[in-house]
């Protein structure tokens, strides 16, 4: 796609996928943008991505896990549901609740 064809992003909508828990690179296929294009955004704006994206799992988040877990989930299936690395999955399932 030329650049003068791609989508405009506001600022808002970056931080709308950033709080989502997206990656750059997941957001800009959502986007429909390119990932140096999101960046240069970010620059633009003083947006700092891996402030504003949650890390680890929320609380209810932590109970599905463990349940999928218990019913013969892998740590690397739940890992790529959850959107976070398997080492945090065992993390969670280890943990008493």
């Not at 808002?12 to 950033?18: G, Y």
């Not at 999928?68 to 943990?95: C, M, N, P, W, Y």
Request: net charge positive; proline share 5%; glycine share 6%.
């Amino acid at each position: 796609m030329p650049s003068d064809q791609s989508p405009t992003l506001t600022r808002d909508q970056l931080i709308a996928v950033a709080t989502n828990g997206l990656t750059q690179a997941d957001a800009a296929r959502k986007l429909g943008v390119s990932q140096s294009k999101i960046s240069r955004i970010c620059s633009q704006e003083g947006i700092v991505w891996k402030e504003l994206r949650p890390r680890g799992l929320t609380a209810p988040q932590k109970k599905i896990a463990r349940r999928k877990h218990q019913l013969g989930a892998t740590l690397r299936e739940l890992a790529d549901e959850f959107g976070v690395s398997h080492q945090t999955i065992q993390k969670t399932v280890s943990a008493v609740p």
